[in-house]
């Protein structure tokens, strides 16, 4: 029986090639495993992809969508309808680590200057600390990790979002937005949501105020501060 999705056969080849580009051109790079290829293109073999790497050995890849026991993000979530937070567990940390550093990554797209991202981002151990001193949720949707919200309690009716990110293969589809509105409803009593970001951050400087935060001034390194007030149940 032909598997469902495998990693790229190229032993050796540290870098990993797909469709003879270096691997990043194609494929998804897993934390502490050979790259896979989600690449759509080339010869189909057995429902997966056959191509020769560069140094002429066959190698057959196959749709990470069909992966069933990988709890990350799923290419073909569409729509924002099923999305979720729940608490993170520290069995999650490899995966958030994942993807909070893509989505950190995918913002040179948006005006960072080079690859990066605030402390401990790519960091699984950096995570799990994380869980043990705020909030840390996972972003479910269609029942997969899709990206992170971490919570910071600042006052009684005052809390921080003091990070969010979701993974770029399912970014500008209403996740971020949606994830909000789970927020908002498992805080029904907070009077007062606070949140920064970058300066030259094009998209989340755009995407906040969408989500009815409004912008209030700068902090001390220059980043830019949102609130959002709201008129809480008592």
Wanted: charged share 25%; proline share 7%; aromatic share 10%.
């Amino acid at each position: 029986m032909v598997p469902d999705w495998i990693h790229l056969t190229a032993p050796g080849d540290a870098a990993g090639y797909c469709m003879g580009r270096p691997a990043s051109a194609h494929c998804r790079y897993a934390r502490g495993v050979k790259p896979t290829c989600i690449s759509s293109v080339g010869r189909r073999q057995g429902g997966g992809r056959a191509f020769t790497d560069p140094g002429g050995r066959p190698t057959t890849c196959y749709p990470r969508r069909q992966e069933k026991s990988m709890d990350t993000a799923d290419p073909t979530v569409s729509v924002a309808d099923d999305v979720a937070l729940t608490k993170a567990r520290s069995r999650d940390a490899d995966t958030l680590a994942d993807i909070s550093e893509r989505a950190f990554h995918s913002d040179v797209e948006c005006g960072a200057p080079g690859p990066g991202g605030p402390p401990g981002y790519d960091q699984p151990e950096w995570q799990r600390k994380t869980m043990r001193g705020a909030e840390y949720y996972k972003i479910l949707a269609g029942g997969r990790i899709v990206g992170g919200c971490i919570v910071f309690r600042k006052d009684t009716r005052a809390y921080e979002v003091g990070r969010i990110f979701v993974d770029p293969d399912v970014q500008s589809r209403g996740i971020g937005a949606a994830a909000f509105e789970q927020l908002w409803r498992l805080y029904p009593l907070v009077k007062r949501w606070t949140l920064g970001t970058p300066s030259w951050n094009r998209r989340t400087r755009h995407f906040y105020p969408e989500v009815g935060f409004t912008e209030i001034g700068e902090d001390a390194h220059g980043g830019v501060l949102f609130e959002r007030v709201t008129s809480a149940s008592r």
